[in-house]
């Protein structure tokens, strides 16, 4: 199996020597740093990244804007042709149903007229042979 060192850049520190009650942090001198020159490529990199958000945002403001548009308009081109197809298939289905409501009293009318006809014709017969047995 192969074997892999590695290296300690840490190896010349030794801190097992270090006396931590003689370490006063009120005596440690820091470096002089300018902070705002420190800060300001952080603050540049933050300053784009919100420009950008507001970039993103305008840009997806602005499509949903163009797709609501065009939705308005697709709406607008179709809407007198479903108000015309709706039309014409409730007219179709209102004719239908005008056709069957009129059959079915023409075959009633028909059926009635046969019944009257039969009680007429057994009424008369009825009639008939009285006649013939009284005489």
């Not at 192969?2 to 290296?7: D, E, G, H, V």
């Not at 850049?9 to 470096?31: E, G, N, Y």
């Not at 002089?32 to 997806?60: C, E, F, H, Q, S």
Request: glycine share 2%; net charge positive.
């Amino acid at each position: 199996m192969p074997t892999m060192q590695f290296t300690n850049p840490l190896r010349s520190l030794d801190l097992t020597k270090f006396d931590v009650r003689s370490f006063d942090p009120r005596k440690i001198t820091l470096p002089n740093v300018d902070l705002r020159k420190t800060v300001a490529p952080a603050a540049k990199i933050a300053r784009d990244a919100a420009y950008v958000a507001v970039g993103l945002g305008v840009i997806a403001t602005q499509k949903a804007s163009a797709r609501r548009y065009d939705l308005e308009q697709r709406v607008k081109d179709l809407a007198p042709r479903v108000r015309d197809e709706a039309k014409a298939t409730a007219e179709r289905v209102l004719r239908e149903a005008n056709d069957n409501v009129v059959r079915v009293r023409d075959e009633a009318t028909q059926r009635v007229r046969k019944v009257v006809d039969r009680r007429k014709a057994a009424t008369s017969a009825a009639a008939t042979a009285d006649a013939t047995t009284v005489a």
